[in-house]
């Protein structure tokens, strides 16, 4: 991997850790794009993410029909969008690895509640845009001077803000 290509996806890697909650879009049967949120239970050294989920629920139901999602993370100055893959796993070793008691709510039965299950997503791209640190203040400089000047903001052709990123 071309270090260029490395640091980009180190860097997307390092944005997503940083949140708690994503929106997992699914495609159902009648072909509209369904988001909710869920809250990530881990992510890996490879970019899988993990979601408790309800079996009876509709996203797995609408998984079932078609494994293509997309994941969206947000907050005021980063924007993380991964396209990918999702598949239902019922193992028990994962499940104990992931619990936690938060989840009681949603699972009453705690471990052992038959409709507690995972959804790992495997994605196969991304994009980010980070407008935090030195960098963020660089466009937000950029973009009220465009304001200011009636010019166009950075179109994110900094890689440093924006990239898209195979995984």
């Known amino acids: 991997m071309a270090r260029h290509l490395e640091d980009t996806r180190k860097h997307l890697l390092e944005l997503v850790r940083d949140f708690d909650t994503a929106m997992l879009v699914t495609r159902g049967s009648d072909g509209a ?9 881990k992510e890996s050294e490879d970019g899988r993410l993990f979601f ?9 139901h609408e998984l ?11 907050d005021e100055q980063r924007h993380v ?11 028990r070793d994962l499940i104990e690895e992931l619990w936690s008691d938060a989840w009681k709510l949603w699972f009453p039965h705690g471990l ?3 409709n507690l299950a995972i959804v790992e997503v ?25 304001f200011a000047t009636g ?5 994110g052709d900094d890689e440093r803000r924006n990239a898209k990123v195979p995984l």
């Open 33 to 41: 794009l369904r988001g909710r949120p869920l809250s990530v239970a």
């Open 52 to 60: 408790a989920i309800r079996v009876e629920s509709l996203h797995v």
């Open 64 to 74: 079932a029909g078609d494994p293509h999602v997309a994941v969206l993370f947000q």
């Open 81 to 91: 969008s991964l396209s990918g893959t999702a598949r239902l796993r019922r193992d």
């Open 112 to 114: 052992d509640d038959p």
């Open 122 to 146: 495997r994605p196969t791209t991304g994009e980010y845009w980070d407008r935090t640190g030195l960098e963020g203040m660089r466009y937000l400089f950029a973009a009220m001077k465009a």
């Open 151 to 155: 010019g166009k903001p950075p179109d």
